[in-house]
């Protein structure tokens, strides 16, 4: 079978900063099912040979992987190489029964990967003063008192802990949205007053804080925090404060009648009868209701590849989250014991074969899965979503990463002056006896990092004070970096990981 495909040719830039060229378009306006989407500011962005190569081997993969029985009936994808879009295509069926083929311009159930929006959402609500981390999920969400378990238990947990699944939190509400049945029927999740009837079915189980216990009726609960601290619906804010800022048109959570066109069937697992394959269409739901802020995104991949592309470098599009909000995003919260996953705000971590460690999420539910990974050193990022349930997702990203691993990445650019002139003091080499050391320089965008290393975005509120996310090759991910002065108010050691650094200035006054 000749596969279907769609794709634009290289090279696709994203605009810097993440914004359409064009006028902005108001999310709430329906879009005509004939509009045609082109990839906005398409300026050429010079892709290296061995780069285009990579690509063109990673889609002939593709494309056999496609043509065997289990795989799923399309695969929509975007690449994003140091941060820039580089690739982007749609292969395979968007609709088995029609034979109409699958597109760029196709919608897919993010499903899972929505909840990093939530999360997005309420760290701006913090940035704001609205809203604290440590605030009480009973004093927002009254209706979260009927939750069963130890009353003490559900009366201390926080919005910490809903974001890192460290809530303890029963998986779903109890109702039944993930097999045939009424809302399947009506074609719409479970609304809010729905999933609260049944809180008193929900349990917190022990030790809260303690470890990850993953919950969708935690993104659900987000959702209404998120609702009731900004005064309007969670779509509505969603789309204000993310999607039109960074540009992402073709994000929606409940769908007129031009994107319930324009959506990919979704199916169930392939099941192998003899020569045949047969796969049970699951209906779409025009509404995700009191799912959207867990489960409930549909998107396209150069959309997600947009969103990506914000929560590698922020600073690239200012006034839509701090990169000190974002690192405390991607920042370790949990580890789940039984993986090597590491727990986010929205976000989780975890190894890849190609040998290194990435962020993003997966998603799955009803026909779809998905999945998002940046590498940690942000050199390659990756977005796949197909129309099955099958769970095939990060086969296409290994599929992709696999060819991309071996492409030559730029000489890191020359440091810029710091963005802010007083990081101009703790520029310089920290070093101790035994070998220990690390050089503090800027980026190209005048942000401090460590050689070699990690980013270092300051912490609000903490004077001196910096947590390190990025690349993980000094084994700094996540640490706290602590900047000593004297009473002068000169620099003179560093604290990280246990270990207390000498600025070199001091320690070459100490040699003289």
């Known amino acids: 079978m000749k596969l279907e495909r769609q794709r634009p040719v290289l090279p696709v830039a994203l605009p810097a ?3 359409p060229s064009g006028p902005a378009r108001n999310h709430d306006v329906p879009r005509s099912a004939s509009e045609t989407r082109v990839i906005r500011d398409p300026r ?3 892709v290296r040979p061995s780069l285009r190569e990579a690509m063109r081997r990673a889609e002939d993969r593709l494309e056999a992987w496609l043509n065997t029985s289990s795989a799923p009936p399309s695969v929509q994808y975007a690449v994003l190489f140091e941060g820039r879009l580089v690739h982007s295509a749609a292969l395979g069926k968007k609709n088995l029964e029609t034979g109409e083929a699958t597109s760029n311009d196709t919608l897919y159930s993010i499903n899972s990967m929505s909840k990093s929006l939530t999360a997005a959402a309420i760290m701006q609500l913090v940035e704001r003063g609205k809203l604290s981390l440590d605030s009480k999920v009973i004093d927002i969400v009254p209706e979260f008192a009927s939750v069963g378990g130890k009353k003490n238990l559900v009366a201390s947990i926080t919005v910490h802990q809903l974001l890192s699944h460290t809530g303890r939190l029963s998986r779903d509400a109890a109702l039944a949205y993930w097999q045939p049945g009424e809302f399947w029927e009506r074609g719409s999740w479970p609304t809010w007053a729905e999933v609260a009837e049944q809180l008193p079915k929900a349990r917190v189980l022990a030790n809260p804080d303690k470890q990850v216990k ?22 509505s804010y969603i789309a204000a404060n993310i999607l039109k800022p960074l540009g992402m048109h073709d994000t929606a959570f409940t769908l007129d009648d031009a994107q319930l066109a324009r959506c990919a069937m979704g199916y169930e697992q392939p099941f192998v009868k003899g020569d ?3 796969r049970g269409l699951v209906p779409l739901l025009r509404s ?14 150069t959309d997600v590849a947009r969103w990506l592309a914000f929560l590698r470098d922020p600073a690239r599009t200012p006034g839509v989250l701090a990169p000190t909000s974002v690192a405390t995003m991607r920042r370790t919260s949990a580890v789940d014991d039984t993986s090597d996953s590491q727990f986010g705000y929205g976000l989780i971590s975890l190894s890849l074969k190609i040998g290194t460690r990435a962020f993003g999420h997966t998603g799955s539910g009803l026909g779809f ?23 095939q997702q990060n086969r296409a990203v290994d599929m992709v990463l696999a060819e991309l691993v071996d492409v030559p990445r730029a000489a890191p650019a020359p440091g810029a002056e710091p963005r802010d002139p007083a ?20 980026n190209a965008n005048g942000d401090l990092v460590i050689r070699g290393g990690p980013l270092l975005t300051p912490v609000p509120g903490k004077k001196d004070t910096f947590v390190a996310s990025g690349d993980a090759r000094t084994g700094d991910n996540d640490e706290e970096f602590f900047f000593l002065r004297d009473a002068a108010g000169k ?22």
């Open 369 to 391: 899965a998905s999945v998002m990974r940046m590498t940690t050193d942000g050199s390659f990022g990756v977005v796949a979503l197909t129309n099955d349930w099958s769970l």
């Open 276 to 278: 045949t394959t047969e």
């Open 288 to 301: 995700p209701g009191a799912m959207g802020p867990a489960s409930g995104c549909r998107s396209t991949a």
């Open 17 to 19: 900063p993440l914004a």
């Open 423 to 442: 990081w101009a003091q703790l520029i310089g080499l920290y070093q101790r006896s035994g070998g220990n050391k690390r050089m503090v320089t800027t």
């Open 214 to 235: 993953y919950s969708n009726l935690s993104f659900m609960l987000l959702g209404e925090v998120v609702s009731r601290v900004a005064g309007e619906a969670y779509e």
């Open 491 to 512: 620099v003179t050691h560093m604290l990280v990981g246990g270990m207390t650094l000498e600025h070199s200035q001091r320690a070459e006054k100490r040699i003289d």
């Open 44 to 46: 050429p962005q010079a």
